[in-house]
């Protein structure tokens, strides 16, 4: 485990921020795919890559009709300046589960696979779980083949580059309706296992959440000649929308409300100079979905309010709205009937099982992280409660896989 972590620790470290900036299309990611590759077929695992970019790797036997697969598996792809565990955690059990289950002589009565969602971040065209929404039609695969990243290529031009064809990309109904079961494992986003004093969890629920882009617009000058009260500065609502999603969310405490402004970007970005336009983006969450609205709204309010203030203006826009996931009920049951009175937490973190989760029995397990932190260079787990994770995800495969078509 520790071993095939180890392979892909230097591939994407941010030298500026500290951890890893791995993004899809971008050269770390494709060398990361590779990796994949290599270590499916080293597996005798078929390769194949679907048409919205997301990669699979199937044990299969000549006996299976290919329906009713149980499907593992996580992303490759990182925040900027994220950690090591967010994402390849999952890959590499899936990975290491294979191996454990074959090694004790198990064979599958179903098709097993092991998929590495495409853009699951968001990192570089700004939508989250986008490989896992095309291929389940939760977004429009116009609207995202028009996505930019911060240096003005599309998503359909980085795709084509790549060997993605636009003209292909969005819904595959086929590919959706051949899984049984998802199962995904993931280090915590969080410490609860660590007050628990557990290796190993299952999901219950995600959290609604969404993200917003306010984009401020005003008049840029010179800051040396321009005089204070002639200013139409954007960052001055942009800063007051800032403190707003704070206050918001202190507000909707009781409904733990999260409200989160991790990145601004101006225009055109100059020390010396008054910006034209800032871009900000919200992101808002909490335990029900009107309060995380709620909070959306609030800071809405109070951007609008601050810009007609500095004479400004604000154009408001949802990119991505995701509503409270339940993971199945009878999955969840059957996971800790194999692993014994494992605890079941909630997580306000989103996940590609979370997309899958409004089409076929979806399910997560949980690997302890002593630090708490994701999203960020602290992020870890220890060796230990890898090795329970792998255990654990191999226990749950191979009670799905050995059920007939259609899963137990």
Do not use: K
Not at 9 to 31: A, K, N
Not at 137 to 164: I, M, Q
Not at 207 to 236: C, E, I, K
Not at 298 to 325: D, F, K, N, P, Y
């Amino acid at each position: 485990m520790q071993r095939t972590l180890g392979e892909i620790e230097g591939i994407g470290g941010d030298r500026l921020r500290g951890g890893y900036s791995r993004h899809v299309f971008t050269s770390s990611e494709l060398e990361l795919r590779e990796w994949f590759r290599a270590e499916a077929a080293a597996r005798d695992l078929d390769v194949e890559q679907d048409r919205n970019g997301n990669l699979w790797a199937w044990w299969t036997g000549p006996a299976m009709a290919g329906q009713g697969a149980v499907v593992t598996g996580s992303h490759l792809d990182s925040v900027p300046g994220g950690g090591a565990f967010d994402g390849p955690l999952g890959v590499v059990s899936a990975l290491c589960a294979v191996d454990r289950l074959r090694a004790g002589g198990f064979r599958p009565a179903r098709p097993v696979a092991v998929v590495v969602f495409a853009e699951e971040e968001g990192g570089r065209f700004g939508l989250p779980c986008l490989g896992s929404r095309l291929m389940t039609g939760a977004v429009d695969p116009a609207r995202a083949l028009r996505l930019r990243d911060a240096d003005g290529y599309t998503f359909a031009e980085a795709a084509e580059h790549r060997g993605v064809p636009p003209r292909f990309i969005g819904p595959d109904p086929e590919r959706l309706a051949r899984i049984g079961t998802f199962v995904e494992l993931h280090v915590e986003q969080g410490r609860r296992l660590v007050d628990l004093d557990e290796p190993v969890a299952v999901a219950s629920t995600i959290d609604p959440h969404g993200r917003w882009r306010l984009s401020f617009t005003g008049v840029g000058d010179h800051a040396g000649t321009a005089v204070l009260d002639d200013r139409r500065d954007p960052m001055v609502p942009a800063a007051r929308a800032v403190l707003a999603a704070r206050a918001a969310a202190r507000a909707a405490r009781a409904d733990d409300a999260r409200a989160t402004v991790g990145r601004v970007t101006a225009y055109p970005g100059g020390t010396n100079v008054v910006p034209s336009r800032v871009d900000v983006w919200l992101d808002a969450r909490a335990a029900a979905e009107p309060a995380a609205r709620a909070v959306a709204t609030e800071v809405e309010a109070a951007a609008r309010s601050a810009a007609e203030e500095e004479g400004c203006e604000v154009e408001v826009r949802e990119e991505s709205w995701s509503e409270t996931t339940r993971f199945d009920p009878a999955l969840r049951a059957g996971m800790r009937s194999v692993l014994g009175d494992v605890p079941v937490l909630a997580t306000g973190a989103g996940h590609d099982a979370g997309v899958l989760a409004a089409h076929v029995p979806a399910g997560m397990l949980y690997v302890r992280n002593p630090t708490g932190i994701s999203h960020a260079p602290d992020e870890h787990a220890e060796p230990a409660d890898c090795a329970d994770g792998v255990v654990a995800l191999a226990r749950v495969i191979a009670e799905q896989a050995a059920c007939g078509e259609g899963g137990g």
